[in-house]
């Protein structure tokens, strides 16, 4: 069991009304936090005593708290999700901060977030590029039995590597050219990887590549900083897969 | 008043296909002309979406959520069952049947659940097409795994994100929808009313969570896939919005609760480890074949570490009460009998409330790295959480609440009693009855979502005349108007609590008297505990900010005053089942060894309430239950 003793930290955290509005950062303090209170469970214990003081709780979204469903989106002291490997927001646990230790909170920035407010952005870009052509276009019912196309499982494995993104955006906020590449490649790899994916391959990269620039994203240039920061691991193998893949659909 | 399910009649093995002949269809080219609403995108809600798009309607998809894509489906992890039969071992679509209706404890209505085993097989052709990446073997052909209550390998799953990746699949369904403008998207709005003109579901009152704004939205049909209510315990395992409140609010205006007693206590998930907690996580309950559970057998040495208990002075509970089955004793036994060990005061960890589960003699048997390539994931998990390594100390353990099979009563075709309300997924009662297996929940969203209600729905929609009711009609202002008077009286109040110490209060109340163990006295006690905490909840809580922006502490309100009220629902609804059967256990009513002790005699019937006032006693309406293919039989996994 960990150390049960308490700590307070001085949070540096990014307030913003609204998408118009000034932001800046504003020091609140976090008191009698325990190393075992999850980063958001300390930032729920904040919230609490803001609500009693009379003030404005900070928001922030967060849904699942077990690392899968990607809504928390913060930056911590420069890193997005705060930098333990393969960990997002909800899991990182405050034992690895210590009594007194300034933290740095910031939402995702990228030109294609908007801030709704404080550490709350607007990720709907991504939707958008999943719009444009991220899925196969079958008909529900009037499909072939599963085990029809066999896939082999090297290929499977590949696919399921690409199709672990929960969407979460951290590749974007860690990228200095906020770029989309990691995400958008991801879901290209992985269809184009099995035989049911392959009939739309083509349209498919073009679409979603548009989207992402129509967007605001910007390109990639190999800092390989998505990768650093991407809670489910994905690989920048993708990315070389999604030029690939590009390059085969302009000569077509 | 006795309802009628509507299951069809004939031989169950033709009842689905010949229901589908019998019901009416809408012509092609006038589906668009009918507006169907559906909240919620998890499985049930982002397929029937999808589904219905793509049939020509013009469909509207709500969710609180940023994005269609996070809702609360994508955290299931196990896998999702479906009859194919593949490896040849004995499966059939009666064998789903049979195992579905007896793990549920003979309390779900036969027909619905043929349906579910019959369409199981499509769902996982539809999903391959999707592109989901199902686990293959080295052949190329589709992997299944065993899983609780069956003895056959019918499980197909995705690495341990099956959840995450059917959700994807349906979600690309939807996107694809949108992006051909058959379906248009909501995100971050709140389903915060049900709109009811003559009565009929006609359309829905949201709040946008980003602006404030109250908003009304008509159609002809009304589809609620809002998942289940688990969260009036506070810690579960579900997502953090996770809410009765559009379920709730339906009810409200007249939609029948059924069941709300049936919920599922989940025996493997990390303890709880102080107030400040938000959520609990659960763990695969496969842990259970390598780990021992056990706690000290004198309470003197609680806080010492493991290590220095003597084997003597070690209680393996589950062994000592159940020789045969021992640590694989099923999920609400081996919960129930955690919450014994420490409610006697020898729980061990952070106030006591966690049981030992032990790996150290499996690693001296098998070695640490069998065990590590059986487990790996859940021990970094694990540790992760609790800082602690499982592989040196054992475990920590303690039972959550994880799903609900109760929901609003629904019929044979997915509707409520209010006609033009369908209900899917979690959000309805169906086919579950008092317990759910491992792997059907999933089933149970996708098969309601691409195959069920694409057909029923048409049934309702060709018998009315699409876009009568309209935003303008008098019933949507009312609705908006009690919405607002709703919010304003929250913001109002500005006392000295606030909302999640009420949650957190509330969940007290609900796990130590409508928990894991439940009887006449520890129910009374919640009855009248409920209420007196949800008057203070009146005129005590603190809101802090406006209705007219974004405001998390308001979303959050309106959901635990729901909670405040429902629950209230869910204890008389324990109180009123006079029998322990699935997840519902009363102590008064067990069998001499611990079993659940099922009154057939008197409470083979679905209980579906009618709301009367929040402060007034709520009707009863019973509908019967007839087990004409399956004997009714004592549950027994000995």
């Given at each position: 069991m960990s150390d049960r003793k308490t700590m307070n930290l001085k949070l540096h955290v990014w307030r913003q009304k609204g ?234 | ?178 992006k051909a403008g058959s379906v248009k998207l909501f995100p971050r709005c709140e389903m915060l009313d049900l709109v009811v ?442």
């Amino acid at each position: 069991m960990s150390d049960r003793k308490t700590m307070n930290l001085k949070l540096h955290v990014w307030r913003q009304k609204g998408p118009g509005a000034p932001g800046r950062l504003e020091i609140v303090e976090a008191r009698n936090i325990t190393p075992d209170h999850s980063f958001l469970e300390m930032l729920d214990q904040v919230n609490e005593e803001l609500i009693k003081a009379d003030k404005e709780p900070i928001a922030f979204d967060h849904d699942c708290r077990e690392g899968i469903c990607g809504s928390c989106s913060q930056v911590i002291n420069g890193i997005p999700h705060g930098g333990q490997e393969r960990t997002t927001v909800c899991q990182l646990h405050m034992r690895t901060f210590k009594d007194g230790d300034a933290i740095y909170i910031e939402p995702w920035r990228a030109r294609a977030f908007p801030i709704v407010r404080d550490l709350i952005v607007d990720r709907s870009a991504l939707d958008r590029i999943i719009q444009s052509g991220g899925y196969n276009s079958c008909h529900t019912g009037g499909v072939p039995d599963g085990n029809t196309l066999l896939i082999p499982k090297p290929d499977a494995d590949y696919a399921m590597d690409a199709a672990e993104c929960i969407g979460c955006g951290a590749c974007v906020a860690a990228c200095p050219n906020g770029s989309a590449m990691l995400f958008t490649s991801a879901k290209v790899a992985q269809l184009a990887a099995v035989p049911q994916g392959k009939a739309e391959a083509t349209t498919r990269v073009c679409a979603m590549t548009e989207t992402m620039h129509k967007e605001g994203f910007g390109n990639c240039s190999n800092h390989y900083e998505c990768q650093a920061a991407c809670p489910k691991g994905i690989s920048v193998k993708f990315i070389a897969r999604l030029n690939r893949e590009y390059q085969k659909a302009l000569f077509k | 008043m006795i309802l009628d399910g509507k299951s069809p009649k004939g031989p169950i093995e033709t009842s689905w296909d010949k229901h589908r002949f019998d019901m009416k269809l809408v012509n092609p080219s006038n589906k668009r002309k009918y507006k169907i609403l559906v909240v919620g995108t998890g499985l049930a809600g982002a397929s029937a979406a999808a589904t219905l798009g793509e049939l020509g309607y013009n469909v509207e998809s709500f969710c609180y959520q940023d994005s269609p894509r996070r809702a609360h489906s994508i955290a299931a992890q196990g896998g999702i069952n479906a009859a194919k039969n593949y490896p040849n071992d004995g499966d059939s679509i009666y064998r789903l049947f049979y195992d579905t209706i007896k793990g549920g404890d003979f309390r779900a209505r036969e027909a619905d659940v043929w349906r579910l085993a019959q369409v199981s097989n499509n769902i996982i052709d539809q999903c391959v097409a999707q592109g989901v990446p199902f686990a293959r073997d080295y052949a190329g052909y589709l992997d299944t795994r065993s899983f609780g209550g069956a003895q056959v390998s019918r499980t197909f799953y995705a690495r341990g994100q099956t959840g995450q990746q059917l959700l994807l699949g349906a979600y690309s369904a939807l996107s694809r929808q949108i992006k051909a403008g058959s379906v248009k998207l909501f995100p971050r709005c709140e389903m915060l009313d049900l709109v009811v003109v003559d009565g009929e579901a006609k359309g829905i009152t949201v709040r946008d969570l980003i602006t404030g704004e109250i908003r009304c939205h008509a159609g002809d049909a009304v589809v609620l896939a809002s998942g289940g209510y688990t969260n009036v315990f506070y810690l579960s395992t579900n997502a953090m919005g996770c809410s009765v409140t559009a379920t709730w609010r339906a009810h409200k205006k007249g939609a029948y609760f059924a069941n709300p007693c049936y919920t599922q206590i989940h025996p493997t998930c990390i303890p709880q480890s102080g107030d400040y907690q938000s959520k609990l996580t659960l763990m695969s309950e496969s842990l259970r074949n390598d780990g021992r559970c056990w706690v000290p057998k004198k309470k003197e040495d609680i806080g010492k570490p493991a290590n220095q208990i003597p084997e003597e002075e070690r209680d393996y509970y589950l062994e000592r009460k159940y020789p045969s089955f021992g640590n694989l004793a099923p999920r609400d036994i081996a919960s129930r009998a955690a919450k014994e060990q420490c409610d006697d005061g020898r729980g061990v960890g952070p106030g006591g409330r966690g049981v030992y589960l032990d790996f150290a003699g499996s690693i001296n048997r098998l070695g640490e790295q069998v065990i590590k390539e059986r487990y790996g994931n859940l021990f970094d998990m694990y540790e992760r959480i609790t800082a602690e390594n499982g592989y040196k100390v054992p475990m920590r353990i303690y039972p959550a609440p994880h799903y609900c099979m109760g929901g609003l009563w629904i019929d044979y075709n997915c509707e409520s009693n209010l006609p033009g309300l369908f209900v899917l997924g979690e959000a309805n009662f169906s086919v579950h009855g008092a317990n759910r297996l491992g792997a059907s929940a999933l089933m149970q969203g996708l098969a309601d979502g691409y195959f069920v209600i694409p057909y029923t729905i048409a049934n309702y929609l060709a018998r009315i005349t699409p876009g009568k009711v309209k935003a303008d009609n008098p019933e949507f202002r009312k609705s908006a108007e009690d919405v607002q008077v709703g919010i304003k009286k929250l913001l109002s109040i500005n006392g000295k609590r606030t909302v999640n110490d009420f949650h957190r209060s509330l969940g007290k109340i609900m796990w130590n008297n409508v928990g894991m163990a439940r009887s006449e006295q520890s129910l009374k006690e919640a009855l009248k505990e409920i209420p007196a905490l949800r008057e203070e909840f009146w005129q005590n809580v603190k809101v802090t900010g406006s209705g007219t922006e974004l405001n998390q502490q308001l979303e959050n309100a309106g959901r635990v005053a729901d909670f405040l009220e429902f629950s209230e629902l869910l204890a008389r609804d324990a109180l009123n089942r006079n029998e322990s059967c699935g997840g519902h256990f009363r102590v008064e009513y067990q069998m001499p060894d611990g079993e659940a002790r099922r009154d057939d005699e008197n409470f083979c019937y679905a209980a579906a309430w009618e709301f009367k006032g929040v402060d007034n006693e709520p009707e009863l309406h019973k509908e019967p239950l007839a087990f004409e293919n399956i004997h009714l039989a004592i549950r027994s996994y000995k």
